[in-house]
């Protein structure tokens, strides 16, 4: 069973910074075929897409985020990470990770889909 597990999120004050950290797990065996991405929802508001990062290292950012979100990935660890400074109330809201593409299981087998993680909170006080 594929698993994304988040950490990082927590408590900040407005301006200050938080990392968080997305590890795949449970038999997804290679993540560098894949496309990575932060999603985020506030209470009351739709899910958002934050930060993407392809396979081949092109990056996007929404709006609001540009210049103060950093999404970056560890192909070794299987992990993604996004670095967030100078932070905002309003950048509160639970963060989201998300896996999509191809790997090959332990059987040689690909296996292709698009994968979530549980979200992590974030909570901005002004």
């Known amino acids: 069973q594929e698993q994304l597990v988040e950490s990082g999120g927590g408590l900040a004050q407005a301006g200050g910074s938080l990392r968080l950290s997305c590890e795949a797990s449970?038999?997804?065996?290679?993540?560098?075929?894949?496309?990575m991405g932060w999603y985020r929802q506030a209470p009351g508001k739709q899910r958002e897409s934050v930060a993407t990062?392809?396979?081949?290292?092109?990056?996007t950012y929404a709006e609001p985020v540009k210049g103060r979100f950093t999404i970056s990935r560890d192909n070794a660890k299987k992990t993604m990470y996004l670095q967030m400074n100078n932070l905002k109330p309003e950048d509160t809201a639970v963060y989201l990770c998300?896996?999509?593409?191809?790997?090959?299981?332990?059987?040689?087998?690909?296996?292709?889909?698009?994968?979530w993680g549980q979200g992590t909170q974030v909570t901005v006080s002004s």
């Open positions: 449970g038999g997804i065996t290679s993540v560098n075929n894949m496309n």
């Open positions: 990062l392809s396979s081949g290292g092109s990056t």
């Open positions: 998300t896996l999509e593409g191809i790997y090959y299981n332990y059987n040689g087998a690909p296996v292709a889909g698009r994968w």
